[in-house]
């Protein structure tokens, strides 16, 4: 397992990902970023631990409403099944992300509690 840095709303955080999925984490960790920035300018102070989890739910709206897209137009107009990275590996490796990223939320939380 590789571990690598990504950075979070100013702040560091030290990720571990499977061999060979640096880039990728880091690709996911500057989209995710770039979504916490935009939440931040929104809703203004809220704490870290809520703008992350604003984040994360926001992040969890946009594939649900991107499996419903791709649900309809697979079984409403006939279109194959998608070919390529397995949808559910994909699936598994996000979520244990976000898992692993509220651990790193949850224990820096109660570290400034």
């Known amino acids: 397992m590789a571990t690598i840095n990504v950075e979070?709303?100013?702040?560091?955080?030290v990720v571990g990902c499977e061999?060979?999925?640096e880039e990728h984490v880091k690709a996911l960790a500057e989209e995710f970023d770039a979504q916490v920035k935009a939440l931040a300018e929104q809703v203004?102070?809220?704490?870290?631990l809520r703008l992350f989890l604003l984040a994360?739910?926001?992040t969890a709206d946009e594939l649900?409403?991107?499996?419903q897209r791709l649900d309809r137009m697979q079984s409403g107009r006939g279109f194959p099944a998608p070919t390529?990275?397995?949808?559910?590996r994909i699936e598994a490796r996000a979520a244990a992300a976000l898992e692993q990223a509220a651990r790193r939320?949850?224990?820096l939380a109660e570290r400034v509690a």
Request: aromatic fraction near 4%; charge should be negative.
């Open 56 to 58: 994360a739910l926001t």
């Open 8 to 13: 979070v709303n100013g702040r560091s955080y």
């Open 44 to 48: 203004g102070s809220v704490g870290e």
């Open 84 to 88: 390529g990275p397995d949808p559910a």
């Open 64 to 67: 649900h409403e991107s499996r």
């Open 105 to 107: 939320v949850e224990a």
């Open 19 to 21: 061999d060979g999925q």
